[in-house]
């Protein structure tokens, strides 16, 4: 268990339709990052929160946004859904620092029908 | 521009046998690399990382080998073992500019009984 929470585990909806994915950090970590996984693709870097701020963002679609909390939890807002966009999405927290090794949730599934 | 390539999708290997994983970037800006482990229906977790100031790290059976002139590295587990069934993703990052990492579109490793 990584101590990074993703829900939901599963999601499925339709084009068109927009979703928010939701991730709760491990105790401590300061930077959120989110990554999506396609068929075939390796993780692919869309966007990184440190303690608040939007610290590093990779290619993240217009379409999709996201947020962290005060909490420090964080939310992945991805809207105007495309078929294209069905892919594992994962969170990852970590101290912050391209040196430090990041903790990974289960992710969460979506699927656009 | 994939920047971290891992140009073998699959590796099989006897058990008991060295596993080798290969690795390769382009960005000469990378000085720190690290590979994740991944089982399905979970989140990749940390292996092993290792700075560019050394061309050698291990821990336990686990070796990563990192040669800086030809921008590739390795993973090399000895004595492989069925646990170690799993996707490998090679990921790069760099100091200066922000805390991207890149990650690989891994590799998945067959351990043979």
């Known amino acids: 268990d990584s101590g990074v929470t993703q829900t939901p585990k599963h999601l499925i909806t339709a084009t068109g339709q927009r979703v928010t994915l939701r991730c709760s950090p491990r105790?401590?970590?300061?930077?959120v990052y989110w990554y999506q996984q396609s068929l075939d693709q390796g993780l692919q870097f869309l966007i990184q929160?440190?303690?608040?701020?939007?610290?590093a963002k990779g290619n993240i679609l217009e379409r999709f946004s996201a947020q962290q909390f005060p909490d420090l939890h964080s939310e992945l807002n991805l809207s105007s859904l495309e078929l294209g966009d069905s892919a594992l999405y994962f969170c990852?927290?970590?101290?912050?620092?391209?040196?430090?090794?990041?903790?990974f949730g289960p992710g969460t599934r979506l699927t656009v029908t | 521009d994939q920047q971290v390539k891992q140009n073998s999708p699959s590796l099989s290997v006897q058990e008991g046998r060295i596993s080798i994983l290969n690795c390769d970037y382009t960005?000469?800006?990378?000085?720190?690399f690290l590979w994740y482990k991944k089982y399905p229906a979970e989140g990749p977790t940390f292996l092993i990382s290792i700075s560019s100031i050394k061309d050698k790290n291990e821990d336990g059976r686990f070796t990563v080998f990192l040669n800086k002139s030809a921008k590739h590295l390795s993973l090399h587990i000895v004595p492989s073992q069925p646990g170690d069934s799993a996707v490998y993703f090679c990921?790069?990052?760099?100091?200066?500019?922000?805390?991207?990492?890149?990650f690989g579109k891994g590799t998945r490793l067959h351990i043979l009984p």
């Open positions: 990852a927290s970590g101290g912050g620092g391209a040196h430090y090794e990041q903790y």
């Open positions: 960005n000469s800006m990378f000085d720190y």
């Open positions: 929160y440190y303690n608040g701020e939007e610290r």
């Open positions: 990921a790069a990052s760099a100091t200066e500019g922000d805390d991207k990492i890149i």
């Open positions: 105790s401590g970590d300061l930077s």
